[in-house]
């Protein structure tokens, strides 16, 4: 290992970072057959969860390894403060989505990370959130088992569970919510094709990734499913940054409000009676100027 890799270089000006447990060594394995042919002078692989935006909420495990990584290859909804936490020297590789502009195909990720290790690179792949909750963490994991390379795997806030503490809606509540579900909306030839009778189940709370664009058409399906039109629900733009937006509504005028409000991606929807408490615990005003106003776009999540 070279000098650069044994130091735990400070990572943040503020410290809090800087005080974290040096890194162990990688933690992964590779499963099965491939345990005993890893080649001597491969790399690694780090598949890393960047958190929900805010990049306070990077884990410690996370800036370690950022640390030390010779390439970090990174996605559009990584904030760039985390990606400035590699070293100076570090390569770092954009290959960020967005939707229907794909920068590099899925495919040409995993080669690349591939090729990368098998070059004897540290790497760190950067991805928004968790790699594991609709980021394609499994694919390239997949791909990097095919080729025995070494990987770990550490997980990030997802935005659900990041944006609804930021939004003051706790995600499950005794009194309403007894189960979350997490879906995307994604559209795919202008349909959703969803669950509509079990997300339209009482007694639980939805989460929507990616449904901006859909957002009509998932409001009309719950209610059709059995819903009440009054059923609160709140639309998320850049949750937990300083730009971030909430516009709450009931399923009936959710579509129109946001509209209104010209929301823009990333944007998350949370569907269910927590909704209304955030009234109550609502806690994260960002200063109202730093909120970027957007053109009226609902074409892009
Ligand atoms: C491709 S998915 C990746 C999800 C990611 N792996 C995770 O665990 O959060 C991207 C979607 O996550 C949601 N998202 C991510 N960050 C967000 C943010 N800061 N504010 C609102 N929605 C966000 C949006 O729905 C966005 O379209």
Redesign the pocket.
Known sequence: MDEDKRREPPLSAGGRIRDAVPARPPLYAIGGAGATAIAANVGIVYLV?AG??NPELLTIRAANVIARADVIVYDR?VAREIVALGRPGAQRIYVGKARSNHTLPQHEINALLVRLAQDGKHVVRL?????F???RGGEEIEALVAHDIPFEVVP?I???TG?AAYAGIPLTHRDCAHAVTFVTGHLKDGTMNLDWPALARPGQTVVI???LLGLPILCRELVAHGLPPTTPAAI??????AQQRVVVATLADLPGRAFDARLA????IIVGEVVKLRDKLGWFHPEPGRAAVRPASLAA?
């Open positions: 969860g929900p935006g909804l991805k928004g959130g968790d790699p909750v609709f980021g990030g997802t935005a659900a944006i990734y990616m449904g998320v733009q850049q949750g937990t940054t991606p990333p944007t998350l999540d």
